[in-house]
């Protein structure tokens, strides 16, 4: 099956690194050097490609950024390949290129294919492109909820589908627990509100406000008030435009008009325009006729009761006091009381949600608990067929009496859920807790990784975890980052040997200062400084042939022109080609 293979890194005043190129091979490389120089610049620099935190401490002093570069070989339609094509990245006759600036303020750009991404983007990819793995990595390993996850992804969808539909479950009870604390908890600020809309509806119900009504009455009111001098005023004019009835020799406008009205009826037939004059007066006549007849009514209609008066004004007072409380004027008063009822409703079916709540919940529990259980089952008979494949892997690392296993427990607690009869604390992952314990020899009790394991001993552990990982759910390119510190002689053999293996289905990269992990790579590279202590371009390069012994030489015996030193070192050379 093709895969895809880093090819290539080029770094740029990152670290002690100047400018240089580091070019891999598709199956085991191993990058040599003598400590400080600037090995693990090439771990860095793999971990910003593939989108981790960039720091400003990274770039070279006296720099304005960083760049790593790298060119990535990937396969058509393979995971990487879609997403990046999403992205809009364009790739080279299936070269991918990857670019990541940091600058010296900590700002940082990624390019992908051409694209500017945003970095994220970057971490997706690593998913399907590398894993990376260092000393950081193997203190991870020692916690729980990592080997718990390392438990999970070995087991794939024995324990992913089970996990995902707790997982379900579990948002749900958290959800539903959420709204009933919430419900339960505000009670009495619930009950409070309640009295307080009881209250205000019960108000506004006794007073029985129209839409409308403050309108009506504040204008009946000003009305009422002044009654006196409206009909004085109305009598007047009706006086004036129809006479006075006490007065009869009084001229008033209606007389007035009438006389002028007929004075040019005499003679319109004498003038269209004088004609026209008087129809214009005569239904002046007519209309000053209608306002005093308008009048005369008004003014015999007209109520000046004291009492009435007075209860409009009673009326008023009870409409104000429901103004102040509940809105500006009758209509926001009624447009809140319609509100509040609806509030009112919803307050008042607290105590039905609150049972249909509970209900769900304990339901949900119940549910909870055996997909938990199953969740505990699948990881456990994971777990078995997982042990034993590292421990077999434990055997070709120099460890054949090793025994690893797995403890899988989970803690009582009385607000848990019911799992085998007992109840248990749960959590998003289900209410397993995953340790992952060593016997090293044979009448050793099985311990915590953390505390029955060595340096040496962890290294390989961690490297049998991961060629385990790599037949179940391999990558492209795995990258080691002194895996094999605290590990020397056979078990070191052994270690060069099995990512030899590893390296047959993979990409493997391998940061290392045991010769005799080197002497199995493919191919091996020396990062060397120069006098200014910084790496150039020409400070990484291919070893081959006489360079490649007298590195290894270097690196047994601390001098590259031992003559002992270059015979173990071709002796390893041999011993490797021979295993490939």
Same mark, same amino acid.
């Given at each position: 099956?093709?895969?895809?293979?880093?090819?290539?890194?080029?770094?740029?005043?990152?670290?002690?690194?100047?400018?240089?190129?580091?070019?891999?091979?598709?199956?085991?490389?191993?990058?040599?050097?003598?400590?400080?120089?600037?090995?693990?610049?090439?771990?860095?620099?793999?971990?910003?490609?593939?989108?981790?935190?960039?720091?400003?401490?990274?770039?070279?002093?006296?720099?304005?950024?960083?760049?790593?570069?790298?060119?990535?070989?990937?396969?058509?339609?393979?995971?990487?390949t879609?997403?990046?094509?999403?992205?809009?990245?364009?790739?080279?006759?299936?070269?991918?290129?990857?670019?990541?600036?940091?600058?010296?303020?900590?700002?940082?750009?990624?390019?992908?294919?051409?694209?500017?991404?945003?970095?994220?983007?970057?971490?997706?990819?690593?998913?399907?492109?590398?894993?990376?793995?260092g000393?950081?990595?193997?203190?991870?390993?020692?916690?729980?909820?990592?080997?718990?996850?390392?438990?999970?992804?070995?087991?794939?969808d024995?324990?992913?589908?089970?996990?995902?539909?707790?997982?379900?479950?579990?948002?749900?009870?958290?959800?539903?627990?959420?709204?009933?604390?919430?419900?339960?908890?505000? #009670?009495? @600020?619930? +009950?409070?509100? =309640? $009295?307080? %809309?009881?209250?205000?509806?019960d108000?506004? &119900?006794? !007073? *029985?406000p /129209?839409?409308?009504?403050?309108?009506?009455?504040?204008?009946?009111?000003?009305?009422?008030?002044?009654?006196?001098?409206l009909?004085?005023?109305?009598?007047?004019?009706?006086?004036?435009?129809?006479?006075?009835?006490?007065?009869?020799?009084?001229?008033?406008?209606?007389?007035?008009?009438?006389?002028a009205?007929?004075?040019?009826?005499?003679?319109?037939?004498?003038?269209?325009?004088?004609?026209?004059?008087?129809?214009?007066?005569?239904?002046?006549?007519?209309?000053?006729?209608?306002? #005093?007849? @308008?009048? +005369?009514?008004? =003014? $015999?209609? %007209?109520?000046a009761?004291?009492?009435?008066? &007075?209860a !409009? *004004?009673? /009326?008023?007072?009870?409409?104000?006091?429901?103004?102040?409380?509940?809105g500006?004027?009758?209509?926001?008063?009624?447009?809140?009381?319609?509100?509040?009822?609806?509030?009112?409703?919803?307050?008042?079916?607290d105590?039905?949600?609150?049972?249909?709540?509970?209900?769900?919940?304990?339901?949900?529990?119940?549910?909870?608990?055996?997909?938990?259980?199953?969740?505990?089952?699948?990881?456990?008979?994971?777990?078995?067929?997982?042990?034993?494949?590292?421990?077999?892997?434990?055997?070709?690392?120099?460890?054949?009496?090793?025994?690893?296993?797995?403890?899988?427990?989970?803690?009582?607690d009385?607000?848990? !859920? *019911?799992?085998?009869?007992?109840?248990?604390?749960?959590?998003p992952?289900?209410?397993?807790?995953?340790?992952?314990?060593?016997?090293?020899?044979?009448?050793?009790?099985?311990?915590?990784?953390?505390?029955?394991?060595?340096?040496?001993?962890?290294?390989?552990?961690?490297?049998?975890?991961?060629?385990?990982?790599?037949?179940?759910?391999?990558?492209?390119?795995?990258l080691?980052?002194?895996?094999?510190?605290?590990?020397?002689?056979?078990?070191?053999?052994?270690?060069?040997?099995?990512?030899?293996?590893?390296?047959?289905?993979?990409?493997?990269?391998?940061?290392?200062?045991?010769?005799q992990?080197?002497?199995?790579?493919?191919?091996?590279?020396l990062?060397?400084?120069?006098?200014?202590?910084?790496?150039?371009?020409?400070?990484?390069?291919?070893?081959?042939?006489?360079?490649?012994?007298?590195?290894?030489?270097?690196?047994?015996?601390?001098?590259?022109?031992?003559?002992?030193?270059?015979?173990?070192?071709?002796?390893?050379?041999?011993?490797?080609?021979?295993?490939?």
């Open positions: 099956m093709v895969m895809s293979v880093l090819e290539e890194m080029r770094i740029r005043s990152l670290g002690v690194i100047d400018d240089a190129v580091v070019e891999l091979s598709p199956g085991f490389t191993a990058v040599t050097g003598e400590t400080g120089a600037g090995k693990t610049m090439v771990v860095t620099s793999l971990g910003l490609l593939m989108g981790g935190r960039a720091d400003a401490a990274l770039v070279r002093i006296g720099a304005k950024s960083a760049v790593v570069e790298g060119r990535i070989s990937v396969p058509d339609g393979a995971s990487a879609l997403r990046a094509e999403e992205a809009g990245a364009e790739l080279d006759d299936g070269t991918l290129l990857i670019s990541r600036t940091v600058s010296a303020e900590g700002r940082s750009r990624a390019h992908l294919g051409g694209r500017s991404v945003p970095v994220g983007l970057l971490a997706e990819l690593a998913d399907d492109l590398v894993a990376v793995h000393q950081t990595d193997q203190q991870g390993l020692l916690k729980l909820s990592r080997q718990r996850q390392a438990l999970d992804r070995y087991a794939g024995a324990v992913a589908v089970p996990l995902a539909k707790y997982s379900g479950a579990y948002r749900r009870l958290r959800a539903i627990t959420t709204e009933l604390d919430q419900i339960t908890t505000r #009670a009495r @600020e619930r +009950a409070q509100e =309640a $009295d307080m %809309l009881r209250f205000g509806l108000e506004i &119900a006794g !007073v *029985e /129209r839409a409308g009504e403050d309108v009506e009455l504040a204008a009946e009111a000003e009305r009422l008030g002044h009654a006196e001098a009909a004085s005023a109305a009598t007047v004019a009706h006086a004036a435009l129809a006479g006075n009835p006490e007065d009869p020799e009084g001229i008033d406008a209606t007389t007035l008009v009438a006389g009205h007929r004075a040019l009826e005499a003679v319109r037939s004498h003038d269209a325009a004088l004609g026209a004059l008087a129809g214009r007066i005569g239904e002046i006549g007519i209309l000053l006729g209608d306002v #005093a007849g @308008e009048l +005369a009514g008004y =003014a $015999d209609d %007209l109520d009761d004291p009492l009435r008066l &007075a !409009v *004004e009673e /009326r008023r007072a009870a409409l104000t006091a429901l103004t102040r409380k509940y500006d004027d009758v209509g926001a008063v009624l447009t809140w009381a319609e509100q509040s009822a609806a509030r009112l409703l919803e307050l008042d079916g105590d039905d949600r609150i049972g249909e709540l509970t209900a769900e919940r304990d339901a949900l529990r119940a549910e909870l608990g055996g997909l938990a259980q199953a969740l505990t089952d699948a990881r456990t008979e994971a777990a078995e067929h997982f042990a034993a494949a590292v421990t077999a892997e434990l055997a070709s690392l120099a460890m054949p009496h090793a025994r690893v296993s797995f403890e899988i427990r989970q803690t009582e009385p607000e848990g !859920v *019911e799992v085998g009869g007992r109840s248990v604390a749960y959590g992952a289900g209410c397993d807790e995953v340790e992952l314990l060593l016997a090293p020899h044979p009448g050793a009790p099985p311990r915590p990784i953390a505390k029955g394991a060595s340096g040496g001993e962890l290294s390989r552990v961690m490297l049998a975890v991961e060629v385990v990982f790599a037949g179940t759910d391999p990558v492209p390119t795995y080691f980052d002194e895996v094999d510190a605290g590990v020397g002689g056979k078990a070191a053999v052994e270690i060069g040997r099995r990512l030899a293996k590893l390296a047959r289905s993979a990409q493997v990269v391998v940061v290392t200062h045991l010769p992990v080197a002497a199995f790579a493919d191919r091996q590279l990062v060397e400084k120069t006098n200014d202590g910084s790496v150039t371009r020409s400070g990484v390069k291919v070893l081959e042939g006489e360079e490649r012994i007298r590195e290894l030489s270097r690196m047994l015996a601390g001098q590259e022109d031992s003559e002992t030193a270059r015979a173990h070192a071709e002796e390893l050379l041999a011993t490797a080609r021979a295993d490939g």
